[in-house]
C-alpha cells in the first residue's frame, strides 16, 4: 500500500510569521491518516523543523549537484539534511523555466540529494503548447526517463505531475486527462524498475488544487496525494486538502 502523501510548496513566500501556519497544521492534524510535508524557503527551514511537530516533515525547494563549492547563492542537498530537511523537490518547472534546468541537471541533482539521504519528490509536467500539440505523453515520458536516475527506490522517489498550464492559474485538467498521464506514469515506473518498486512510487498531481477540487482529484486512479503551491500557505487552506486525502 502506497501512504497518501500532501505536500505543500511555499516557494518564495514566507518568513518566520508564517511558522504559526505550521503550528495550526499540526495541531488541526495531531495523528494524520497520510504523510505532510512542508518545503518553506531555504531560510526557514531550520526553524520549519523546529515548529513543525512530529508528524509534519520538512523539504527543500531545491539544492545543487555539488557537495560544496563556488556556487554562490545555492544550497547543497547536505545543508538542507543538517538542516533538518528531510526531502527535497526537484525539477519543478519554476526551476526549469527561470534557471534553464535541464532533465539532466535535474538527474545530478536527484543523485546528490539521494546521496546526501533525501527523498525527492521530481517535478515533471508539460507546457500548454505541448498538451494542444498532443504531445503531452511523450513530453512526460522525455522528462522521466531523462531526470529520474536508475538508483531510486518506492522509498526515496516521489513522482509529481504538474502540467504547466494548471501551476497558479485556477485552471486544472479533467479527471480524465488526470487519471491519463498518472496511469501512464505507474506504468513508465513499472516498467523501468520493475512491477514491487514502479507500484511503490507515489505519484502526486500538482496544478491548483484547492479544498474545492482535492476530493475529486484524490478520487482518480494512481493519484497518490498533491503538491501544493498557493493553497499550501494558508492552515484554513491547506487542513481541508489534508482532510480530503485522508477520507480518499
Ligand atoms: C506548484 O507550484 O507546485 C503548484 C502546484 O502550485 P499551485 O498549487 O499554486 O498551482
Redesign the pocket.
Known sequence: MRRKLAAG?W?MNGTGASLAELEALANAHPAPGCEILICPPSTLVSRAVKAASQQISIGGQDCHAATSGAHTGDISAGMLVDAGASHV?LG???RREDHDESDRDVRDKVVSALAAGLKVVV?VGESLAEREANNTLDIIGGQMAGSIPDVVTGENLVV?Y?PIW?????KVPTLDQIGDVHDFVRTRLERRFGEGVGRSIRILY?????PSNAAEIFAVSNVDG???????LKASDFSPIITALENA
Not at 494548471?166 to 485556477?170: C, D, H, L, S
Not at 500538482?206 to 484547492?210: C, R
Not at 498533491?226 to 499550501?232: C, E, F, R, W
Open positions: 510548496n516557494k523537490i519543478h518547472s519554476e517535478c509529481a504538474e494548471a501551476i497558479g492559474t485556477g500538482g496544478g491548483s488544487v484547492k498533491a503538491l501544493v503551491g498557493g493553497a499550501s
